[in-house]
């Protein structure tokens, strides 16, 4: 038996649910081993290479403003796209838009600043203020896109089925985000650079919602960040300065059995202030690299992420689970299969050896080598000479490496105050 493509491999796990683990486990083993080639064929294209890369949009976001002001100005340029998704994926598509409607009427109210905020911008693009509160849980409802746990550490029972009164949500429209981070230190000048993919879809919407901000109070920036237009929150964000930080959040699927129904529970019925808001009050407050370490280590999320944070001549990467660290990652130290010179994320915990990441098909391809290993690969070959700003850059958008939906990308260096950003074109 030979599934050749990740989406397959989960939707045959999911008809089967726990019924047949035995001969489940057996064929996922297989699926890996067949699909092990990197030339073999899957669902999606590997984007082309070369490829040119064009600039963002920049705008400046007055904390100073009313909340319901706050994104006003981005509103003429994003909102034909914004209103694409509803009219394709939501207006008609009743069972999985009723059931994003319920799950926002059963979570209720964000706080007052998030509420104003999305209000704010519901009213000005005349979309319905639950779409624009769904937007805000995009990766939160993320990582129930693959209701599998870690097969590696849990043989026996894997399957993590979304409960049966949000089934419909499987079928919501975006998939991802997905995404690759890295975090190396550079021989040659001696300071450490972030690099980062956001992979999203579908692809013609996303990549169409990017823009740049930057978070001003008083009449100065405070942070900067990457963001999808209708989102409020961070999802790649720099507070510059002499101790400064930039911050990275990458989905982590469920790590075990039961994950899926307590990532729901959080969202629902404890109210968990959302990932995202939580990195962004980050930002806004703290000043320095250790407070925001010691901030993303213990705040509550919602849901299970990666948490990227670089600062100067440090770095480090939280495997987050909703209370606390599940693994983590510090640049300079030994850490598992990755040199001193550098540490790296995409979305599965290889250091548990997660064996869902060779049924990733982003890049183009399924099994080995995967979007990780190949970075490393041509991370490894590089020390010698040095982890520059451009084997960084190269490294993001190499084959097998950039996924067919990265709708992002960005070098950073905090020490030298470097927030390079644009969008590949494929």
């Given at each position: 038996i030979?599934?050749?493509?990740?989406?397959?491999?989960?939707?045959?796990?999911?008809?089967?649910?726990?019924?047949?683990?035995?001969?489940l486990?057996?064929?996922?083993?297989?699926?890996?081993?067949?699909?092990?080639?990197?030339?073999?064929e899957?669902g999606?294209?590997?984007?082309?290479?070369?490829?040119?890369?064009?600039n963002?949009?920049?705008?400046?976001?007055?904390?100073?403003d009313?909340?319901?002001?706050?994104?006003?100005?981005?509103v003429?340029?994003?909102?034909?796209?914004?209103?694409k998704?509803?009219?394709e994926?939501?207006?008609?598509?009743?069972?999985?838009r009723?059931?994003?409607?319920?799950l926002?009427?059963?979570?209720?109210?964000?706080n007052?600043?998030?509420?104003?905020e999305?209000?704010?911008?519901?009213?000005?693009?005349?979309l319905?203020?639950?779409?624009?509160?769904?937007?805000?849980?995009?990766?939160?409802?993320?990582?129930?896109?693959?209701?599998?746990?870690?097969?590696?550490?849990?043989?026996?029972?894997?399957?993590?089925?979304?409960?049966?009164?949000?089934a419909?949500?499987?079928?919501l429209?975006?998939r991802?985000p997905?995404?690759?981070?890295?975090?190396?230190?550079?021989?040659?000048?001696?300071?450490?650079?972030?690099?980062?993919?956001?992979?999203?879809?579908?692809?013609?919407?996303?990549?169409d919602?990017?823009?740049n901000?930057?978070?001003?109070k008083?009449?100065?920036?405070?942070?900067?960040?990457?963001?999808?237009a209708?989102?409020?929150?961070?999802?790649?964000?720099?507070?510059?300065g002499?101790?400064?930080?930039?911050?990275?959040?990458?989905?982590?699927?469920?790590?075990?059995?039961?994950?899926?129904?307590?990532?729901?529970?959080?969202?629902l019925?404890?109210?968990?202030?959302?990932?995202g808001?939580?990195?962004?009050?980050?930002?806004?407050t703290?000043?320095?690299?250790?407070e925001?370490?010691?901030?993303?280590?213990?705040?509550?999320?919602?849901?299970?992420?990666?948490?990227?944070?670089?600062?100067?001549q440090?770095?480090?990467?939280?495997?987050?689970?909703?209370?606390?660290?599940?693994y983590?990652?510090?640049?300079?130290?030994?850490?598992?299969?990755?040199?001193?010179?550098?540490?790296?994320?995409?979305?599965?915990?290889?250091?548990?050896?997660?064996?869902?990441?060779?049924?990733?098909?982003?890049s183009?391809?399924?099994?080995?080598?995967?979007?990780?290993?190949?970075?490393?690969?041509?991370?490894?070959?590089?020390?010698?000479?040095?982890?520059?700003?451009?084997?960084?850059?190269?490294?993001?958008?190499a084959?097998?490496?950039i996924?067919?939906d990265?709708?992002?990308?960005?070098v950073?260096?905090?020490e030298?105050?470097?927030?390079?950003?644009?969008?590949?074109?494929?």
């Amino acid at each position: 038996i030979f599934f050749s493509t990740f989406s397959f491999v989960v939707s045959f796990l999911k008809f089967f649910e726990m019924k047949f683990t035995s001969v489940l486990a057996g064929a996922v083993a297989a699926a890996a081993a067949l699909s092990a080639a990197p030339t073999a064929e899957a669902g999606n294209p590997a984007p082309p290479q070369p490829h040119t890369h064009r600039n963002i949009s920049t705008y400046v976001i007055n904390l100073d403003d009313k909340p319901e002001d706050r994104y006003l100005k981005i509103v003429p340029e994003f909102n034909e796209t914004v209103w694409k998704f509803w009219n394709e994926d939501f207006a008609n598509h009743t069972l999985a838009r009723d059931a994003l409607f319920l799950l926002v009427d059963k979570r209720g109210k964000e706080n007052d600043e998030q509420m104003r905020e999305i209000q704010g911008l519901a009213n000005a693009a005349r979309l319905p203020v639950q779409f624009v509160h769904a937007m805000q849980m995009l990766y939160e409802l993320g990582t129930l896109m693959v209701p599998v746990a870690n097969l590696t550490e849990y043989p026996d029972a894997f399957v993590d089925p979304i409960p049966e009164e949000w089934a419909a949500l499987k079928d919501l429209p975006w998939r991802g985000p997905a995404c690759t981070g890295i975090v190396a230190k550079n021989s040659v000048d001696g300071t450490v650079y972030h690099a980062r993919n956001l992979d999203f879809s579908p692809l013609p919407i996303m990549q169409d919602l990017v823009y740049n901000a930057i978070f001003e109070k008083g009449g100065k920036e405070v942070f900067r960040s990457q963001m999808v237009a209708g989102y409020t929150m961070v999802i790649t964000g720099a507070r510059m300065g002499e101790d400064g930080y930039s911050i990275e959040r990458n989905t982590r699927y469920t790590n075990h059995v039961g994950g899926n129904e307590l990532m729901l529970d959080n969202l629902l019925n404890k109210k968990t202030t959302l990932n995202g808001w939580q990195l962004r009050k980050v930002l806004e407050t703290n000043a320095t690299y250790e407070e925001a370490v010691q901030s993303l280590s213990t705040v509550p999320y919602t849901s299970t992420e990666y948490t990227i944070i670089s600062g100067v001549q440090k770095g480090t990467i939280l495997s987050r689970d909703p209370d606390d660290v599940a693994y983590q990652q510090v640049l300079g130290q030994p850490n598992f299969n990755e040199p001193e010179d550098y540490i790296i994320m995409t979305n599965f915990d290889f250091f548990f050896d997660d064996i869902r990441e060779t049924f990733d098909d982003t890049s183009g391809h399924t099994g080995h080598p995967t979007r990780r290993e190949v970075a490393q690969e041509i991370l490894n070959a590089s020390i010698p000479t040095g982890l520059t700003q451009d084997v960084l850059f190269d490294t993001i958008n190499a084959q097998g490496v950039i996924a067919y939906d990265t709708i992002f990308q960005a070098v950073i260096n905090i020490e030298k105050g470097i927030w390079n950003v644009s969008q590949p074109n494929i």
